[in-house]
């Protein structure tokens, strides 16, 4: 994205959630939220088109008007009409650092920016940069401490006759692009968008419905067995 394309001028989406709970007893709630994430804007010259979940936790990534905005920042970067998306604070966007670091990756890997204004995560700059870099090393050593808990289990488990599956090794980002997929298009629909986007499956094949009714069960799987893992 350059400075020419935008007429120097960034188009960002503002992403705004909040919670049943938090909609009766947080300060924070969606107005709020939308100030802070116009005044920073205001501040770096940027233009905002607004997506809201309302009523929604941030258990999982699977909600409708994040899910929409992500698409929308997938499309190819030369025609894409957004360059990034801003939150008011992380915890708008994930309470997972895993969730938050497929997002990042996603980010990267697709050239958009992400801001998250409390953490001051702003890769769009050299210093944001450097603090998504950070998060993405604490989300690593987060990997690795429930891969040695999974680990541990697996083998307990084993020493009981109990058998426990392997998820397949799939990037970070395909695995993330599958479960957005899956919220809003059937297992053949999803296939055909993977493989119009050159995404493989973890062997390197192209995608079919029964494989992405396999990976989008292991996966969710994954999810709910790192969430009792972390409790």
Not at 45 to 55: M, Q, S
Not at 77 to 103: E, W
Not at 116 to 131: Q, Y
Request: a positive charge; aromatic letters at 4%.
């Amino acid at each position: 994205m350059t400075g020419d394309e935008h007429s120097f001028r960034l188009t960002m989406i503002g992403y705004l959630r909040v919670s049943t709970e938090e909609q009766a007893s947080s300060g924070l709630g969606l107005d709020a939220q939308r100030d802070t994430i116009q005044r920073y804007a205001d501040g770096h010259g940027w233009d905002v088109v607004w997506y809201e979940d309302a009523g929604l936790s941030a258990k999982s990534l699977a909600r409708p008007q994040l899910q929409a905005a992500l698409t929308r920042l997938h499309t190819a970067p030369k025609r894409r009409d957004v360059d990034g998306i801003v939150v008011a604070k992380l915890d708008r966007l994930s309470r997972s650092v895993a969730d938050f670091a497929s997002v990042l990756e996603l980010a990267r890997s697709r050239k958009w920016a992400l801001v998250a204004i409390d953490l001051g995560v702003d890769t769009s700059t050299p210093t944001g940069e450097l603090v998504a870099n950070v998060m993405m090393s604490v989300a690593q050593w987060e990997r690795r401490v429930i891969g040695e808990r999974t680990s541990a289990a697996m083998q307990a488990a084993k020493r009981q006759g109990r058998h426990m599956g392997r998820v397949s090794v799939l990037p970070e980002a395909t695995g993330a692009r599958l479960l957005a997929l899956r919220t809003t298009r059937t297992l053949a629909a999803t296939a055909d968008v993977l493989n119009a986007e050159g995404l493989t499956t973890a062997t390197g094949h192209h995608w079919t419905e029964n494989s992405v009714c396999k990976v989008h069960r292991r996966l969710i799987a994954a999810q709910q067995q790192t969430a009792v893992l972390t409790a």
